[in-house]
């Protein structure tokens, strides 16, 4: 395919000029797939509470907790598994292709989802099947969106662009959190309703309007290469998954065998992939790209940003719903929606300084917003630590404000940084490889952030429980058993807005009198006993995402200076050179498909 521009600059198609409008056409779609996508992450989170009691299953049951797991996991562990496999199918038979059956299949799995009418186990495997679909949707659109708007975009207006694309992709997982709540009490289908026509509407406009103009690349699929790298990645997310929950009198089920097998032959699998990789000519995961130290030092970055980010929604959906609003008079069954609306700073706050970050690196260079906005975001973790279990609102408000407004303003110029980085031809594969790293954090993030609560709890939760229990007259004998439950239990009771005291104490409250039955059973009684716990689990949680938010300064201080850029569009070899002057090789290395010199090997690109 043979792409250049015309002579005000605007991309053609063979022969056939797109027009300079054809770059907001772009933007604007693969904007509303990643919104659409990334809302889809995080609406399920919200309306679990909701989702459970329209099936008809009790979530808080031991044998029903990995349903709970995996209906918003799967989504994550699918996603992050092919997103490299499909950026690089874009690569080889086009972007856009890839990216419009994304968008097709996204929309068939939400309709699916939609008319869910089984109950009970049946119905929770329904759910979790199509949110698997969904994932693979998901896929094919976080892996060719970004390579589409950087096709589309000259390099000085990039960061620009992919700051709209990042606001839409991270911004997205906390306005689902919004739409979540206001969405499901009313009916829990329509979490998966909201999604149905905007994408039929999306694939549509895509495939009517979407252009493959980016640099396209045929070769032979990586059979091994994407057997591997699923099988290894699989193994390891299911691992952490599964290491949630209890095993063997353990709270937790890191010494589970089959947990252990998992993560390390997972581990294995991905060493011999990467070995598997230097060997072959047409690889799945390009490992030259990381020669690039920009694109290096980027995904260190952002990957350990993510994992700091990742299970902070998690442990700020529990302090709301499962401490702070019950204690403010809400009632259990309110929490889902007004955990969403007093987390309306952190969306805001990253709203407002993602485009304006995107806009200002493109004219002073991305460094000082990249290592600023993580050093930020950590500072705000220091401060959560010391914001009071019942705080003032005002006081939690303005450090979540600023914990969005630090990731807004690292997110765009890092993920425009790395895609300026890479050759054209590459664009694909390295937006799929970003994504693989952000999803898979984000998983990684849940499991860490869980794994550090429930350590923080262990050691305090049980002797809470059992003072606070027989104190309002329940026999020790009865109390003891109750206080050594699993803290994963108790976590998913605040996660999802339940009080569980009724629950678990059962025939036993009509054996109190009337005042401490009634006080057991109500709003204050739960949120307090674990207010002291939960502190202690959040320190040690928030100290981790401290520590990976000053690793990501640290990544993004070393990426490298990117060179300024003309504010026209030139031709596409104009392009390509520009990526050779960043790279540190000539632009007689690099080559238009169809040239008769094509190489089937990226060139060496040194740090």
Not at 67 to 73: A, G, H, I
Not at 123 to 147: D, E, Y
Not at 211 to 238: E, M, P, S, T
Request: net charge neutral.
């Amino acid at each position: 395919m043979t792409v250049s521009s015309d002579v005000a600059g605007a991309p053609v198609q063979a022969g056939r000029a797109l027009g300079p409008r054809y770059k907001w056409i772009a933007l604007s779609n693969t904007t509303l797939g990643m919104l659409m996508a990334t809302i889809n992450q995080s609406i399920v989170l919200i309306a679990l509470p909701d989702v459970f009691r329209g099936i008809g299953l009790n979530p808080l049951t031991p044998g029903n907790t990995s349903y709970l797991l995996w209906m918003f996991m799967g989504f994550l562990v699918v996603s992050a598994v092919l997103v490299v496999s499909f950026g690089r199918l874009g690569d080889m038979f086009g972007r856009v292709r890839m990216y419009t059956v994304g968008f097709a299949v996204f929309s068939v799995a939400s309709i699916f989802l939609t008319v869910t009418w089984m109950h009970g186990a049946a119905g929770a495997m329904w759910l979790i099947i199509w949110r698997v679909v969904q994932g693979i949707g998901g896929a094919f659109l976080f892996a060719n969106a970004a390579a589409i708007v950087t096709d589309a975009f000259p390099a000085n207006q990039r960061g620009r662009a992919l700051s709209v694309n990042s606001i839409a992709a991270i911004g997205g997982s906390f306005i689902g959190l919004i739409l979540g709540g206001a969405l499901a009490p009313v009916n829990w289908h329509l979490i998966f309703l909201v999604s149905a026509p905007i994408g039929v509407f999306g694939t549509v406009w895509a495939y009517f309007m979407l252009h493959d103009i980016g640099v396209r690349k045929h070769a032979q699929i990586d059979w091994w290469g994407n057997l591997l790298f699923a099988a290894g990645l699989v193994a390891i997310l299911v691992g952490i998954t599964y290491g949630l929950l209890p095993y063997g009198g353990h709270p937790m089920g890191w010494t589970n065998p089959w947990v252990l097998t998992a993560l390390f032959g997972g581990l294995a699998l991905l060493v011999i992939f990467v070995y598997l990789e230097t060997k072959v000519p047409e690889p799945l995961f390009r490992i030259s790209l990381f020669r690039i130290r920009a694109f290096a030092a980027g995904n260190i970055a952002s990957l350990m940003l993510a994992m700091g980010r990742g299970g902070m929604q998690f442990m700020l959906i529990i302090w709301l719903q499962g401490i702070w609003l019950p204690l403010h008079g809400y009632s259990y069954s309110q929490t889902p929606l007004w955990a969403g609306i007093y987390l309306v700073p952190l969306t805001t706050g990253f709203l407002v300084s993602a485009p304006l970050s995107g806009v200002l690196s493109d004219k002073f260079g991305p460094k000082a917003f990249t290592v600023g906005g993580a050093l930020l975001t950590g500072a705000t973790f220091l401060m959560l630590i010391f914001v009071p279990v019942d705080f003032p609102y005002w006081e939690f408000a303005i450090v979540i404000a600023l914990n969005g407004f630090g990731s807004g303003l690292f997110v765009s110029p890092n993920w425009a940084e790395m895609m300026n980085s890479v050759p054209p031809d590459r664009r694909g594969a390295a937006g799929g490889m970003i994504a693989t790293f952000q999803n898979s954090a984000f998983v990684l993030s849940i499991g860490i952030f869980f794994t550090l609560m429930v350590a923080g709890l262990s050691s305090k939760l049980p002797a809470a429980m059992f003072s606070g229990l027989t104190a309002q007259g329940v026999p020790a004998a009865a109390a003891a058993p109750i206080s050594h439950l699993p803290p994963i239990g108790v976590l998913f009771s605040s996660f999802l807005g339940y009080n569980p005291m009724r629950q678990l104490l059962g025939p036993l409250l009509h054996h109190l009198s009337p005042a401490h039955a009634a006080y057991v059973a109500g709003r204050e009684f739960f949120p307090h006993l674990i207010t002291a716990p939960f502190h202690g689990g959040l320190g040690v949680a928030f100290g981790f995402a401290i520590a990976a938010n000053v690793i990501a300064a640290s990544a993004a201080a070393l990426t490298g200076r990117r060179l300024p850029e003309p504010a026209v569009r030139e031709s596409l070899g104009y392009e390509l050179a520009a990526v050779a002057a960043e790279g540190g090789f000539e632009p007689g290395e690099l080559v238009l498909p169809g040239d008769p010199q094509e190489s089937t090997e990226p060139p060496e690109m040194p740090d």
